[in-house]
Structures are given as C-alpha cells and as structure tokens.
C-alpha cells in the first residue's frame, strides 16, 4: 500500500533561518505531489505542484521554493524565513490525473520566531 | 481567478442534531472532493462526486453534487462528538486545479 512520510512534524526557526521540509512517498511511482500551506484559520492554500522529476509549477510568489530530485521526494525549501512563513505545511500526493483525490501527509507545523 | 465558497465557517451543534455544510462555484466543477481534517489533524478524503445531481451516503453522512456541477452540500445526520472537526469541499476547475472552499468546522457539544 502507499504512505506518504512528512518530517519534520514540528519546527521551531528564527526569522532569517533556512527552511527544508521533506516529503517521501512510498508504494507507487510517478505520483503527483503537493505542497499545501494552511495558515491559523483553516484554509488550504496550495504552494507547489510536481507532475514529474525536476518539474515543479509555482501557484503564488513567495518566499519559498521547491524540488523533485527523486521521483518520490518532494522539498519545500527557504533561503530565509518570515515571520509571514509560519504555518502548517502539508504534503500530498495523488496518482495519474491530476482530478483524483489527494493524499496528505501529517504535516509540519512551523513556528518562525 | 476560480473561487469555492463554503459556509458557514463554524457550526456548533449539539450531539444528535443534524449538520450541514454547503459549497458553491463561480464556475462548473469537473467533480467535487470532501475532505475532513481532525483537530490537529491533516486533511482526509472522503468522498468525490463526479455527475450531475449525483447523491452519495456513507452511513450518517449524505453527499450531493448540484444538477449544474456548481454546488455541493455534505449533511450529517445526529451528529456524533466524534464527527468533530473541519470538513473542507475541493473543487476541480478549469485549469486542472484543485480549489479547497475554506472549511466549515464542526464543534459538537455532548
């Protein structure tokens, strides 16, 4: 069966501080996969989408960047934090077309201080 | 740029009274996702609706999808506490994307 791995679950950074989250998924190959950011509140926001290795579309400008260096890996990545930056971050994945439903990691929750 | 509209933000309710949450679009859906995400939790689908005028159940929960693809309403019946939690709608529009309403949270007074 497949399983998405998020580390860390907490993060505590200094304003300034870089920032890589990983996200791993197991037990398929070639998925689609996501990085969500939900501010306090509740909505998702999507950040990145990859449907491939080195393929990567942006949906806001900010702060942040990301990778696919493997075919399962996905990172979410700062070269320095705002404070602006906290927040949940979740990874998800979803297989074939981009309509079927998403898988998400636990996340990381992200304290920038 | 393509919104989904979910209301109300917060229901409170007490245990055994009924929920209901409702989604609507600007613009016609391809198929309509719900997601429930547990306090402290990561969200979890549960159900997607793809034709028109489709009704879906899983035991106490009843899902429909408007005859125009545009709306969308998930409705509990006798709510439980351990139906607690933040139930999100995620459309798919025109441009491939899937867009999260912004949840209704459900609290449930026993």
């Known amino acids: 069966s497949q399983t998405i791995h998020q580390w860390p679950a907490t993060l505590v950074q200094p304003v300034g501080s870089p920032l890589s989250l990983e996200c791993t998924v197991e037990g398929t190959s070639n998925p689609n996969l996501y990085w969500y950011r939900q501010a306090a509140g509740r909505g998702l926001q999507l950040l990145f989408y990859s449907v491939g290795i080195g393929q990567i579309s942006s949906e806001v400008p900010q702060n942040l960047s990301a990778s696919r260096p493997q075919d399962r890996q996905f990172i979410l990545s700062s070269k320095k934090l705002l404070l602006s930056d906290s927040g949940f971050y979740l990874c998800?994945?979803?297989?074939?077309?981009?309509?079927?439903?998403?898988?998400f990691g636990n996340g990381t929750r992200l304290t920038v201080t | 740029g393509q919104q989904v509209m979910q209301i109300p933000q917060y229901q409170h309710v007490q245990e055994g009274e009924d929920f209901t949450t409702y989604c609507n679009s600007s613009t016609t859906l391809s198929n309509i996702q719900w997601y429930k995400q547990r306090p402290g939790g990561h969200p979890v689908f549960l159900i997607q609706l793809v034709k028109s005028g489709e009704v879906k159940k899983q035991k106490r929960l009843t899902f429909q999808f408007g005859e125009a693809k545009k709306n969308s309403s998930l409705h509990i019946t006798a709510t439980q506490t351990t139906d607690v939690g933040t139930y999100f709608c995620?459309?798919?529009?025109?441009?491939?994307?899937?867009?999260f309403g912004k949840g209704t949270k459900l609290s449930v007074k026993p």
């Open positions: 995620a459309g798919m529009g025109s441009q491939g994307n899937l867009i």
């Open positions: 998800a994945w979803n297989p074939g077309h981009r309509s079927s439903p998403l898988h």
